[in-house]
């Protein structure tokens, strides 16, 4: 099965897990301790760990979720393989048959860690890459010899065939490392998405280095423009202008969270997804926090004027936006908005120019421009 044919699976699965109220995909947050110090981290940075749950625990839910229907699991944390007992449970649910992945910084995978995810494949570890040197991780993340670890780590578990896709979240301490990073994703033909949101902290307890909103969606279109090279770019954004062009967004929220995905805090706690402090109920009886879950998210509404808004396209908007933002899930964040009017005037520009350059008329090129 290629990516996209598997892709196009999971995103039907979704579809039928909705209609019938499945749990499809869980996240377990098993830690709140790391070995980073990250300055945004919205779980670590600043904050008192969290009482952690025993590997029993986390093993138990997991069968109970598996029983509800769901099939693909996210371990992270905090760092989550800075539990000793990490490995009983990753082992333990995949013996589930559950398709697991990890978010990590990779900075603990040594050759037997990597010897462990040979033989007992994820379906893929989520690894951020922080920056392109040790001076970006010593002044972002407090520590400059993970640098060095984690693109070893990286190195040495695409050696091992272990599936890998890098993150890199965008903060005014590392954006000018973006150019950087996607070449040594390419130079490592590994897959590396970028974050130019970057949340205000849902447990206030990280520090303010996120970029003003112009400039987030500048460096956002930056590094599309560096990856597609400016004839696919043409070809991505009038291809998501017609795709977006009939859309009509109700005020309901529309994404998986609480519909057909959970978050589980280290505590206990079962949330619609990580960046929401509520809805919450006690993990403990999966069956009744799910029913909780399901039933206080379709209570959740986006503000009204975001319905019908002809940047919705590209609009980071969302019920998690909007409660970071200014503390409600249906007020306007002024953030978001503000970033996604530039990234809609980087897009225009962008389209005409090309439209000129290839000898065309530039008002036919965007006739339908919905952003």
């Not at 999971?10 to 110090?37: D, H, W």
């Not at 520590?143 to 578990?157: C, D, H, P, R």
């Not at 936006?321 to 005037?345: H, M, Q, T, W």
Request: charged letters at 25%.
């Amino acid at each position: 099965m290629t990516e996209i044919d598997y892709d196009l699976f999971i995103t039907q699965l979704f579809a039928k897990a909705e209609k019938s109220g499945v749990p499809l995909g869980g996240t377990f947050e098993l830690t709140s301790r790391c070995t980073l110090s990250c300055k945004m981290c919205y779980i670590h940075s600043g904050c008192s760990e969290k009482p952690e749950k025993s590997a029993e625990w986390w093993i138990s839910l997991a069968e109970k979720a598996k029983e509800r229907g769901m099939l693909l699991l996210l371990l992270t944390g905090g760092e989550p393989m800075i539990r000793r007992d990490f490995e009983e449970i990753y082992l333990a649910c995949r013996q589930m048959g559950l398709l697991i992945s990890v978010n990590t910084n990779a900075t603990l995978i040594d050759s037997e860690k990597i010897r462990f995810f040979a033989e007992n494949p994820p379906h893929r570890l989520n690894i951020t890459l922080y920056g392109a040197s040790k001076e970006t991780y010593s002044e972002l993340c407090g520590n400059a010899n993970a640098f060095e670890k984690t693109v070893s780590a990286i190195k040495g578990l695409k050696e091992a065939g272990v599936p890998v896709k890098l993150n890199f979240s965008m903060t005014s301490l590392n954006f000018r490392d973006a150019a950087a990073v996607q070449s040594m994703a390419k130079e490592l033909d590994l897959p590396v998405q970028p974050v130019s949101y970057m949340f205000k902290p849902a447990q206030g307890c990280a520090e303010d280095v996120r970029l003003c909103p112009e400039q987030a969606a500048t460096e956002h279109f930056q590094w599309q423009k560096r990856l597609l090279g400016a004839e696919k770019m043409s070809e991505y954004l009038n291809l998501k202008i017609r795709k977006n062009s009939d859309i009509k967004y109700g005020e309901k929220i529309s994404c998986r969270a609480g519909s057909t995905t959970f978050w589980v805090t280290a505590d206990g706690k079962m949330l619609p997804c990580g960046m929401l402090n509520e809805p919450s109920a006690d993990a403990e009886d999966f069956d009744s926090a799910w029913s909780v879950i399901r039933s206080e998210r379709e209570k959740i509404l986006l503000p009204a004027k975001c319905s019908g808004c002809s940047l919705r396209s590209v609009c980071d908007i969302c019920a998690a936006v909007s409660y970071s933002e200014i503390g409600r899930f249906n007020g306007l964040p002024d953030y978001a908005c503000k970033k996604a009017e530039e990234y809609s005037r980087l897009c225009k520009g962008f389209l005409e120019i090309e439209s000129v350059r290839n000898n065309q008329n530039p008002g036919n090129n965007n006739p339908t421009l919905g952003f």
